[in-house]
């Protein structure tokens, strides 16, 4: 069966510190990887995008690695803040085109990062 | 600011009463629309595509007259919960591809629907 798993349902860190999330896949073919990040009671915001082709993605603190032998990705943020604290939601695209773009969601891990 | 907006943010309301919520696109034009239902703690489940102009995909184990979706215009697309129970009660939220490739998708801040 297809699944998407993200590492831990939760994930304490120290201010300053980095965090280090893990989605991993099985049964999908993945055209993108996603990262998003919900906020209680908020609908997702999109953080980064990596496709099948690519390695890594950065942006600002966000670092994404999308390894498709593997099945896995891992989402980075360096130098953490309790601003960052929030659920961080891993989320697949297996077609291609607006009509295509169906997106497949992990459970979310909940990141808290303490002072 | 926000992209998609949705409404009404949250609804309380007897059992057996339909429910419309809004989503929309606020400075594009969404050919496609897609509506997921969120449980505590659990991922985002797809609901439904909605497509302007014409019938509406859902998945499997969605019953469309159940849930109602309508996408009469390019920045519209509505979803009913018609006469809900409580087994309804959830997190419902809309999103939109804002280009043509289609990722990534901006969401609304979803609905949160209470049915007693």
């Known amino acids: 069966s297809q699944k998407i798993e993200q590492n831990s349902e939760a994930l304490n860190i120290q201010e300053g510190k980095t965090a280090t999330l893990t989605c991993n896949y099985t049964n999908y073919s993945p055209a993108y990887l996603q990262w998003y990040r919900q906020d209680p009671g908020r609908g997702p915001v999109f953080l980064l995008l990596i496709r099948e082709n690519e390695k890594e993605k950065r942006k600002e603190r966000l670092k994404v690695t999308f390894d498709t032998t593997l099945k896995q990705s891992l989402f980075h943020i360096t130098a953490s803040q309790p601003a960052d604290s929030a659920t961080y939601l891993c989320?697949?695209?297996?077609?291609?085109?607006?009509?295509?773009?169906?997106?497949?969601f992990g459970r979310g891990t909940q990141l808290t990062v303490w002072p | 600011g926000a992209v998609v907006s949705q409404h009404p943010s949250w609804v309380i309301c007897k059992s057996g009463t339909s429910v419309k919520i809004e989503c929309r696109s606020l400075d594009f034009q969404a050919t496609t629309m897609f509506w997921y239902r969120q449980f505590p703690k659990q991922s985002l489940m797809l609901m439904a595509t909605s497509n302007e102009g014409s019938k509406a995909t859902y998945e499997q184990g969605v019953e469309k007259d159940k849930f109602l979706i309508n996408h009469a215009s390019l920045t519209l697309s509505t979803l009913t919960v018609t006469s809900a129970h409580p087994e309804d009660s959830s997190f419902y939220i809309c999103?939109?591809?804002?280009?043509?490739?289609?990722?990534?998708?901006?969401f609304g801040d979803g609905t949160r629907l209470s049915i007693l």
């Open positions: 989320a697949l695209v297996t077609g291609r085109g607006s009509t295509l773009g169906r997106l497949y």
């Open positions: 999103s939109a591809p804002r280009d043509k490739e289609g990722q990534p998708q901006h």
